[in-house]
């Protein structure tokens, strides 16, 4: 995913007074979006720097000291009759509800997330903050698609002593993104690193699991793979997940594999969604345990899901210096299709029968 820290003018601020939240939208110093593209670089990289800038917001603090806040992310998508609609807000606004529940502090209702996410959306739209919607995309089942990267995040009060955060702020930014693949290869290999334990946190969606996950996948692209794989913190043998991303096994019986959700996995919006579109296109699809052994010898085709990449096929599995080469891209079927029609729904190219799609015009 192309991704650049381009925040779009308009920001959402809440704040936990104890009682209640008190919400604020702030309007960042900005022009319109084609004066920004025409400014001489440093002058917009002075821009881009003003509106990464809260006043108010405290340096010193549990989120900054000790990596105690979460987040989401999750997408608005320009639709074929000039709409944009946001994918499944109700769903991040619930997951960011039990992460904060899971750093213990107060949590911020799901209504206020979604209403927030749809009207900051709304309003950088108005000033022109948005793209537009480019039929060309359709030929490549969206793959060159553009879209609104949403991301909330908590901030808490300050504070230097260990402690939860009982007064946090949620902020709200947007960003553009396109989806274009960026790396040259989609290989993935195990890493010996561990990005969740039993009885942890890795079933929060928090700023602290994200350390062992960057680690590892820096080292995995060292080696020139694209995508480090963690195994279970306790015996080394079972699959888990991407860095960022939940993962898929098509295997030789026909089944879809993913691991099930127990405290060390992220329950991906991306992952519910695939096994409801595999399953409803008449695959039969497994959440349970599986080995890497069985992963490496049993698998046809092996995908990666999260918001970023949406369905990003793996051309090769290895571990401990054994290698699975896999159908992948063009060739790896069902994550094509599956691909396809998530992107499909998702543009608004079919029908969302499902009811994923909020409207944010
Ligand atoms: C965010 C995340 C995912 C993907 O979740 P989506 O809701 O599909 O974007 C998967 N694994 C981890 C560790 C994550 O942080």
Known sequence: MAFALNLYPWIYVAKYDGSKWSEEFIEQPHLSPDEETALPHERR???????????????????????LGCFEGLKALPQKDGSLKVF????????????????????????????????????????????????SWEAENYRDGHAIYIRPFTYS?????????????????????????????????????????????????????YVSAILAKKEAEAQGYMEAVFLDAKTG???????????????????????????????????????????????EVEERRIGIEEALEESQEIFVTGTAAGVSPIESLTHQGRTNVLPHGDKGEVARKLQSTLKGIQYGAIPDKYGWLYDAT
């Not at 002075?46 to 990596?67: A, I």
């Not at 949590?107 to 739209?125: G, I, K, Q, S, W």
């Not at 860095?243 to 099930?260: A, E, Q």
């Open 237 to 283: 043998t079972f699959v888990e997940e991407g860095s960022s991303c939940n993962i898929f096994f098509y295997l030789r019986n026909g089944k879809l594999v993913t691991p099930d959700l127990g405290d060390t996995i992220l329950p991906g919006i991306t992952r519910a969604s695939i096994i409801q579109l595999a399953r409803d296109m008449g695959l």
């Open 88 to 135: 499944r807000p109700d769903r991040n606004a619930h997951r960011m509800h039990r992460s904060m529940e899971g750093l213990m502090m107060p949590a911020y209702p799901e209504d206020l997330f979604v209403n927030a996410v749809c009207e900051l959306t709304r309003r950088n739209a108005r000033l022109g903050f948005r793209p537009d919607y480019d039929p």
């Open 45 to 67: 990289q002075e821009l881009m720097t003003q509106r990464n800038h809260v006043p108010g917001l405290p340096l010193v603090n549990y989120t900054t000291q000790y990596g």
């Open 157 to 209: 009060e300050p504070a230097i002593g260990l402690g939860i955060s009982k007064n946090p702020w949620v902020v709200i930014i947007q960003t553009p993104v396109s989806s274009y693949f960026t790396y040259p290869n989609s290989k993935a290999v195990t890493t010996h690193r561990f990005r969740a334990t039993v009885g942890g946190t890795g079933w929060i969606k928090c700023n602290a699991n």
